[in-house]
């Protein structure tokens, strides 16, 4: 007897619709999946068997050929369990197949039978519904990714017994997302003084314009970065599904959305893969994580040059193109890149009581890892120097990160230059920056003459 039912898969972001078709038939027992299936697709004989069996079901003692359409797209994962197992079924006779008809199943099985979240499947669902499917069936543990998706009916069950059985529990979703207040654990008001560094944080926050923070050890660089994204503007709706959707495939999801600005820090060691992303199965790096959010690359001297150099052209497009021989996939790569760098590799040099060990050949070297067109795509550079005693043990009150956000927020340029719609050049949105903060006339002139990125260093 031969059945079908639908599910999906992905390639990076790319998504299609997936055929499960099962074909049972008199011959020895035996059982196999093709379609270009993957180690973990082919795993799924052993977890479907036992699920089947744990679930009070038969398993048919025949001949079993299972093929995933179109047979010419790799499926990776273990997204199809739960249709293989639903088609094995309905093949012989122990589920009915009216209510599981024009729905779209993903999902995992344990051996017991119980219904496991897969990734991908926030992605899966926004692919498929733009081609018009409108019904799918996705474990419990992934129900919280799809509620901000609009003209789609989702059902949820907790096991393969209850789908079988026809008792799917359809998800009820409320209309928007509900407003909280922000409590992000950090805050700019931990940190004493530096209001020079925070000035220049704010600006580049504003405008979207990548900054690099120069300075001694122990200045407050890495504090100051992590606290970038308590001062950025709240998500919109948009902007959740985009980020949401490449954690979703990166298997990053936790049942939920992401609903606030990310914060990536690589460590020096990363590779270029790492960074940008990749793999035998593709998946997004570093900057894509960091999409619509911070990127910081603390120790930026200390990075490979050759992996550096992989972010020129995703800095300049705010996507990255993955061409490997199996595969070509994009992904999206918008982030605020912040940086923090000593200036010598001693770290001393300029400090206002340590004496500097580095030869000015030796500081060179050491600050040509960073090549001038890297150097030129950082709109901002501030150096950070180290605070007095006296200010730290001082108990003045600090401007905390809520004053700073709605500082930013009446700053911000228009919505198509946050939504990065616009061919206005970086330049032109920060002499409008520049104008609004009140910062002196020379500098802004000197700016406009230039036309390079603005440079606030003591």
Same mark, same amino acid.
């Given at each position: 007897?031969? #059945?079908?039912?639908?599910?999906?898969?992905?390639?990076?972001?790319?998504?299609?619709?997936?055929?499960?078709?099962?074909?049972?038939?008199?011959?020895?027992?035996?059982?196999?999946?093709?379609?270009?299936?993957?180690?973990?697709?082919?795993?799924?004989?052993? %977890?479907?068997?036992?699920?089947?069996?744990?679930?009070?079901?038969?398993?048919?003692? %025949?001949?079993?050929? #299972?093929?995933?359409?179109?047979?010419?797209?790799?499926?990776?994962?273990?997204?199809?369990?739960?249709?293989?197992?639903?088609?094995?079924?309905?093949?012989?006779?122990?589920?009915?197949?009216?209510?599981?008809?024009?729905?779209?199943?993903?999902?995992?099985?344990?051996?017991?039978?119980?219904?496991?979240?897969?990734?991908?499947?926030?992605?899966?669902?926004?692919?498929?519904?733009? !081609?018009?499917?409108?019904?799918?069936?996705?474990?419990?543990?992934? #129900?919280?990714?799809?509620?901000?998706?609009?003209?789609?009916?989702?059902?949820?069950?907790?096991?393969?017994?209850?789908?079988?059985?026809?008792?799917?529990?359809?998800?009820?979703?409320? !209309?928007?997302?509900?407003?909280?207040?922000?409590?992000?654990?950090?805050?700019?008001?931990?940190?004493?003084?530096?209001?020079?560094?925070?000035?220049?944080?704010?600006?580049?926050?504003?405008? $979207?314009?990548?900054?690099?923070?120069?300075?001694?050890?122990?200045?407050?660089?890495?504090?100051?970065?992590?606290?970038?994204?308590?001062?950025?503007?709240?998500?919109? !709706?948009?902007?959740?599904?985009?980020?949401?959707?490449?954690?979703?495939?990166?298997?990053?999801?936790?049942?939920?959305?992401?609903?606030?600005?990310?914060?990536?820090?690589?460590?020096?060691?990363?590779?270029?893969?790492?960074?940008?992303?990749?793999?035998?199965?593709?998946?997004?790096?570093?900057?894509?994580?960091?999409?619509?959010?911070?990127?910081?690359?603390?120790?930026?001297?200390?990075?490979?040059?050759?992996?550096?150099?992989?972010?020129?052209?995703?800095?300049?497009?705010?996507?990255?193109?993955?061409?490997?021989?199996?595969?070509?996939?994009? $992904?999206?790569?918008?982030?605020?890149?912040?940086?923090?760098?000593?200036?010598?590799?001693?770290?001393?040099?300029?400090?206002?009581?340590?004496?500097?060990?580095?030869?000015?050949?030796?500081?060179?070297?050491?600050?040509?890892?960073?090549?001038?067109?890297?150097?030129?795509?950082?709109?901002?550079?501030?150096?950070?120097?180290?605070?007095?005693?006296?200010?730290?043990?001082?108990?003045?009150?600090?401007?905390?990160?809520?004053?700073?956000?709605?500082?930013?927020?009446?700053?911000?340029? !228009?919505?198509?230059?946050?939504?990065?719609?616009?061919?206005?050049?970086?330049?032109?949105?920060?002499?409008?920056?520049?104008?609004?903060?009140?910062?002196?006339?020379?500098? $802004?002139?000197?700016?406009?003459?230039?036309?390079?990125?603005?440079?606030?260093?003591?």
């Amino acid at each position: 007897m031969f #059945v079908k039912l639908l599910s999906g898969g992905f390639l990076g972001l790319e998504t299609y619709p997936v055929e499960v078709q099962v074909d049972i038939s008199n011959g020895l027992p035996f059982f196999n999946i093709v379609g270009l299936a993957d180690t973990a697709v082919k795993e799924a004989k052993e %977890r479907v068997r036992s699920a089947i069996k744990n679930s009070g079901f038969s398993f048919p003692q %025949r001949r079993i050929t #299972v093929n995933l359409a179109p047979s010419d797209r790799k499926k990776s994962g273990s997204i199809y369990d739960l249709p293989v197992a639903l088609g094995i079924l309905l093949a012989t006779n122990q589920a009915s197949g009216e209510i599981l008809k024009d729905i779209v199943f993903l999902g995992e099985l344990a051996l017991n039978g119980e219904i496991k979240p897969v990734r991908g499947v926030l992605a899966v669902v926004l692919g498929l519904k733009r !081609e018009g499917f409108k019904k799918f069936f996705v474990p419990r543990g992934n #129900v919280g990714e799809l509620e901000l998706i609009k003209g789609i009916e989702v059902y949820t069950a907790h096991s393969l017994e209850e789908v079988a059985k026809g008792k799917l529990q359809r998800v009820d979703y409320k !209309e928007n997302l509900p407003k909280a207040d922000r409590k992000y654990p950090l805050d700019f008001a931990d940190i004493k003084g530096q209001k020079q560094v925070k000035r220049a944080l704010e600006i580049a926050v504003a405008g $979207f314009h990548h900054i690099a923070m120069v300075g001694t050890p122990g200045s407050g660089k890495s504090m100051l970065a992590k606290r970038v994204p308590s001062v950025m503007p709240p998500m919109e !709706e948009w902007e959740i599904l985009e980020v949401s959707q490449i954690y979703s495939v990166a298997g990053l999801l936790s049942g939920g959305l992401i609903t606030e600005r990310p914060f990536r820090a690589p460590h020096y060691s990363a590779s270029e893969t790492a960074l940008i992303g990749g793999g035998s199965s593709p998946m997004p790096g570093e900057i894509s994580l960091a999409h619509r959010g911070v990127l910081f690359t603390d120790e930026l001297a200390e990075f490979p040059r050759k992996v550096l150099e992989v972010l020129r052209q995703p800095l300049e497009d705010g996507k990255v193109l993955i061409s490997r021989a199996g595969y070509k996939v994009e $992904f999206p790569s918008k982030f605020l890149w912040v940086s923090a760098l000593n200036p010598c590799p001693c770290g001393n040099y300029k400090h206002p009581f340590k004496e500097c060990v580095c030869k000015p050949s030796q500081i060179r070297r050491y600050l040509k890892k960073i090549s001038s067109p890297l150097w030129e795509r950082i709109d901002l550079k501030v150096w950070v120097n180290p605070v007095e005693t006296e200010k730290l043990i001082s108990p003045s009150q600090e401007e905390n990160s809520r004053q700073i956000r709605e500082r930013v927020l009446k700053d911000l340029p !228009e919505e198509k230059i946050l939504k990065g719609l616009t061919d206005l050049p970086t330049p032109m949105i920060t002499a409008q920056l520049l104008l609004r903060k009140n910062i002196t006339i020379q500098r $802004f002139v000197i700016f406009v003459l230039k036309s390079a990125p603005l440079v606030i260093l003591q």
